[in-house]
């Protein structure tokens, strides 16, 4: 009890990375979702994978963003990238497609007060398809807390968590597997559920779009073995 007063009095700093490859029409909207939180967010940084378009020419006009410019080298290598340079313990992700509710980091660091065993974090969310119809996630309901049995409920389809609703301690030394072309994200969950607790929230407030390009998987035209697969392979007699 004395240690979650501790983490209640003191100020809650988040960094935000935000992984970047050419979405010149998307990173604005996705960065003002940012700077509108009610609770605002200590660092956001924006690590540009290589884009060809516009795309960091619109991250430039925000002054409080920090952009991190690098070689192509895939979406994991730009999140590993933003986990290396971020300066606080807990850092949240967003994908330059997708959007915040403004009680998104309100909501995390509810989480984390009430749940400071946890090594992880996150909310539901919403979808919205190429004709702005909002779907909500397959989801606990009303639910606050640690996930007991996340595999259980992972394997469900449940909107547990992805690549941005989630709050991930610095400490624990996170790192998506780099290299992977679908999935890679899921690979981490697992591993972050192997290690320690999930503390979630089934308030729907991040926003995945649907349509949005340059998904993950989507622009690769050979087969794609997603990496929960390979991983299930990998470990299947750990």
């Given at each position: 009890?004395?240690?979650?007063?501790?983490?209640?009095?003191?100020?809650?700093?988040?960094?935000v990375?935000?992984p970047?490859?050419?979405?010149?029409?998307e990173?604005?909207?996705?960065l003002?979702?940012?700077l509108?939180?009610?609770?605002?967010?200590?660092?956001?940084?924006?690590?540009?994978?290589?884009?060809?378009?516009?795309?960091?020419?619109?991250?430039?006009?925000?002054?409080?963003?920090?952009?991190?410019?690098?070689?192509?080298?895939?979406?994991?290598?730009?999140r590993?990238?933003?986990?290396?340079?971020?300066?606080?313990?807990?850092?949240?992700?967003?994908?330059?497609?997708?959007?915040?509710?403004?009680?998104?980091?309100?909501?995390i660091?509810?989480?984390?007060?009430?749940?400071?065993?946890?090594?992880?974090?996150?909310?539901?969310?919403k979808?919205?398809?190429?004709?702005?119809?909002?779907?909500?996630?397959?989801?606990l309901?009303?639910?606050?807390?640690?996930?007991?049995?996340?595999?259980?409920i992972?394997?469900?389809?449940y909107?547990?968590?992805n690549?941005?609703?989630?709050?991930?301690?610095?400490?624990?030394?996170?790192?998506?597997?780099?290299?992977?072309?679908?999935?890679?994200?899921?690979?981490?969950?697992?591993?972050?559920?192997?290690?320690?607790?999930?503390?979630?929230s089934?308030?729907?407030?991040?926003?995945?779009?649907?349509?949005?390009?340059?998904?993950?998987g989507d622009?690769?035209?050979?087969?794609?073995?997603p990496?929960?697969?390979?991983?299930?392979?990998?470990?299947?007699?750990?």
């Amino acid at each position: 009890i004395f240690y979650i007063w501790i983490i209640r009095a003191k100020k809650m700093n988040f960094s935000v990375v935000i992984p970047l490859y050419n979405k010149e029409k998307e990173i604005e909207n996705t960065l003002k979702s940012v700077l509108n939180q009610t609770y605002k967010a200590d660092e956001i940084i924006v690590v540009d994978d290589g884009s060809t378009d516009n795309s960091k020419e619109v991250v430039k006009k925000f002054k409080d963003v920090k952009l991190i410019e690098q070689k192509n080298c895939g979406v994991s290598c730009a999140r590993n990238r933003g986990i290396k340079e971020a300066r606080n313990e807990y850092i949240c992700f967003l994908d330059a497609d997708d959007l915040w509710e403004e009680d998104f980091l309100e909501e995390i660091k509810r989480l984390i007060e009430s749940f400071p065993q946890a090594i992880f974090y996150s909310t539901s969310h919403k979808m919205i398809d190429e004709n702005g119809k909002v779907i909500n996630a397959k989801t606990l309901y009303n639910f606050f807390g640690i996930v007991d049995n996340f595999f259980e409920i992972f394997n469900n389809n449940y909107g547990l968590i992805n690549s941005s609703s989630v709050c991930i301690k610095k400490s624990i030394k996170p790192f998506f597997p780099e290299g992977e072309k679908k999935g890679e994200d899921i690979c981490l969950w697992i591993e972050l559920a192997k290690k320690g607790k999930l503390a979630h929230s089934s308030k729907a407030l991040s926003i995945y779009k649907l349509n949005a390009l340059n998904r993950s998987g989507d622009i690769h035209k050979e087969p794609i073995i997603p990496c929960q697969l390979k991983w299930i392979y990998q470990n299947r007699d750990r």
